[in-house]
T-cell receptor, first 114, second 114 residues
Framework: AQSVTQLGSHVSVSEGALVLLRCNYS??????LFWYVQYPNQGLQLLLK??????LVKGINGFEAEFKKSETSFHLTKPSAHMSDAAEYFC????????????FGQGTRLTINP | GAGVSQTPSNKVTEKGKYVELRCDPI?????LYWYRQSLGQGPEFLIY????????DSGLPNDRFFAVRPEGSVSTLKIQRTERGDSAVYLC????????????FGSGTRLTVV
């Protein structure tokens, strides 16, 4: 079964600093990987996705993620944090068989300090 | 519609009562998913519809939970004899068929059982 692990349930950075949110996946086949963001009391919004094209994927709001097969990782980064980036971030892998459901990590809460 | 619509946005019910949660997916999306998100957790899969049929209901926690999608569009998640442990945010998502697509999520229904 496919799964994802997000390292660090809570990350805190200063405004303007680099954001790095870690995600490792477990999959026996080339995965489809996603990052979602959830603002308070809202649903999940797709940030970016990896679908076996370019290994460096650019998303919305200045975020990007790099697929590294050798490390089974798909870490999310942003060069300079903004206060509006404070939210919960979820990494997910999508099954390619059956229900093709998304399997989510536990999430990482990002706090931005002024 | 332009997005996935879920109603109601909030529902407070007494223990033992019956509730229905509605999801109106994006027009043309054949795949529809229900997830449940407890506080501080990632979303957990409940059930998947492809068209009108429930293709995978392996995530439903017990037989008090049931969902339908009679015309292949709107779906209703039904919970009988609600328990306090059912309190969570229930998320609906729709997607075109195919694992390279991300889901589009609704804003969720926050269910509180008192």
């Amino acid at each position: 079964a496919q799964s994802v692990t997000q390292l660090g349930s809570h990350v805190s950075v200063s405004e303007g600093a680099l954001v790095l949110l870690r995600c490792n996946y477990s999959s026996s086949v080339p995965p489809y990987l996603f990052w979602y963001v959830q603002y308070p009391n809202q649903g999940l919004q797709l940030l970016l996705k990896y679908t076996s094209a370019a290994t460096l994927v650019k998303g919305i709001n200045g975020f990007e993620a790099e697929f590294k097969k050798s490390e089974t990782s798909f870490h999310l980064t942003k060069p300079s944090a903004h206060m509006s980036d404070a939210a919960e971030y979820f990494c997910a892998v999508r099954e390619i068989q059956g229900a093709q459901k998304l399997v989510f990590g536990q999430g990482t809460r990002l706090t931005i300090n002024p | 519609g332009a997005g996935v619509s879920q109603t109601p946005s909030n529902k407070v019910t007494e223990k033992g009562k019956y509730v229905e949660l509605r999801c109106d997916p994006i027009s043309g999306h054949t795949a529809l998913y229900w997830y449940r998100q407890s506080l501080g957790q990632g979303p957990e899969f409940l059930i998947y519809f492809q068209g009108t049929g429930a293709a995978d209901d392996s995530g439903l926690p017990n037989d008090r939970f049931f969902a339908v999608r009679p015309e292949g569009s709107v779906s209703t998640l039904k919970i009988q004899r609600t328990e306090r442990g059912d309190s969570a945010v229930y998320l609906c998502a729709s997607s075109p068929t195919g694992p390279s697509y991300g889901y589009t999520f609704g804003s969720g229904t926050r269910l509180t059982v008192v």
